[in-house]
C-alpha cells in the first residue's frame, strides 16, 4: 500500500487495488488525485472548484439551534436525538448512494478520523482535506441533505430550516477557513422570505451568490418572484440553480431504479426551469442576472437548445418577450461541469463548442459525493485549448463571482 501521508511523497504510479471505507482518510481515497495534480501540472492553474458539499448532518444539532421558533426548534432536536436529519425531506430509507456499501458517500466521510484538529469544525476539516489533495485553491460549497428541502409539505419548515443552516453556514463554517464560500440557498416557497435572505447576505465576504434548489414545483416565471430577480441583478451576484434526484415528481415515480432516477432527475428538473425561465423572458427582464445550472452534466444543454429554438420558430407569440432565439440567451449562461459525460469524446467536444464551453463552463468537483470529477477531468480532454482549460478551471470563476 502507498503511504499517503505527505501528499508531496505521492508516486506518479498506478495504485494497488485496495478497500476504501467510510473511515479511510481523505488523503488516502485521494491518493491518486494528488498524484494527477503533479503528472499535470495542476498547481499552475487556478482552480476554484464550484459545486462542492459539505456534510451538514454531521453538525445538524448545531443546525437545528439556530432555529427561530423556540417550539419548532425543541421539536427538531428531540427528534433529531432519535434519527439524526429531523426535518430534513429526504426520503427515509433510499441510501442507494452507498451502492450497496461498495461506495461509501458523502455524510460517511464524517467517520474519519480528526483527532487531531482541535475541535475544528469536522466538515471544513474534510473539506481542507479534499482540497489539499485535488491541488484546489477555493472551493463554492453547498448543503448536502438540505438539497431535498423544496420538496418539504410544509413551506413555513421550508423558511425555518432553510434560514437556519445559513445563520450555520455564515456563522461557522465559512468563517472557520479563507478557501470555502457559498452560494446562500433561498427558502424559494416563499418570495418574501427569499428577498430578506439576499437583503441580509448580499454584503457578506463569504457569500458569493445564492441558489436555489431545483427539486421543486414552483414556477420559477411566477410574478411574485420577479422583485426577487431584481433585487439580486442589483446586487451583481449570480443565482444557481442546483438539481439533485428525486422519486416525487410525477415521471419519477415510473421509474423502478435509482440509477434510472440519477440519469433523469438531474437533468430533469433544470430543463423544466430553463425552459419557463426563457419561455417566460426572464432574461429580457432581467438582463444583467447572471445564472449558473448546476450538476446538470453537460450533455443536455445543446439538445435544449435545439429543441426550444424549434418550438420557437414555430410559435414566436407564446413567447413574445424574446428578442433572440433562446439557444442565444442559453450561451450567455453558465454551467457546472459535473458530472460530465465522456464517454463519448467525439460528442463531448461537439457539446462543449455547441455551449461555447470555454467561456461559459465551471470546473465542480461534486466532491465527496460518489460520481466526482477531479481537476484533471478538464486538464486531459484533448480538444481544449490550453487557455480554456485555465478558464474553466478557475478563470471563468473568477468572472462570474465579483468577490473572488
Known sequence: MLDATDPATVPVKKRETQQITNRTATKEVLANARADVERFGLDKYLIIDVDCHHTELSNWARVLGYIDDVVLRRDALYMNEMRPGALINAPVGLYYQ????????????????????????????????????????????????????????????????????????????????????????????????????????????????????????????????????????????PLAFHAGPTFL???????NKFISVHSV?????????????????????????KTIWVESGLAWVPFLMQRLDSEYMMRQSDAPLLKKLPSEYIKEMYFTSQPMEATNLTALEMTMKIMDAENTLLYASDWPHWDFDAPSRIVTLPFLSEEGKRKILGENARRVFKKL
Not at 209 to 228: C, K, N
Not at 271 to 287: A, D, K, L, Q
Open 265 to 289: 432527475s438531474f437533468v430533469m428538473c433544470n430543463i423544466v426551469h430553463m425552459t419557463s425561465w426563457i419561455y417566460n423572458g426572464i432574461p429580457e427582464r432581467f438582463p444583467r442576472l
Open 98 to 237: 452507498e451502492v450497496g456499501g461498495r461506495i461509501p458517500h458523502s455524510s460517511q466521510t464524517s467517520w474519519e478520523p480528526m483527532d487531531d484538529e482541535c475541535g475544528r469544525l469536522r466538515d471544513v476539516v474534510a473539506l481542507e482535506r479534499s482540497m489539499d489533495m485535488m491541488g484546489i485553491d477555493l472551493q463554492v460549497v453547498f448543503p448536502e441533505a438540505l438539497l431535498q428541502i423544496g420538496t418539504h409539505p410544509q413551506t413555513d419548515v421550508e423558511v425555518l430550516v432553510t434560514k437556519a443552516y445559513t445563520r450555520y453556514l455564515v456563522e461557522e463554517v465559512l468563517p472557520s477557513s479563507n478557501r470555502l464560500k457559498s452560494l446562500v440557498p433561498l427558502p424559494f416557497a416563499d418570495p418574501k422570505a427569499c428577498v430578506e435572505a439576499v437583503e441580509k447576505y448580499a454584503d457578506h465576504p463569504d457569500v458569493v451568490g445564492f441558489m436555489i434548489a431545483s427539486q421543486r414545483h414552483q414556477g420559477v416565471q411566477q410574478p411574485e418572484y420577479m422583485p426577487l430577480y431584481d433585487l439580486i441583478q442589483d446586487t451583481g451576484l
Open 249 to 255: 415528481d410525477s415521471w419519477g415515480k415510473q421509474l
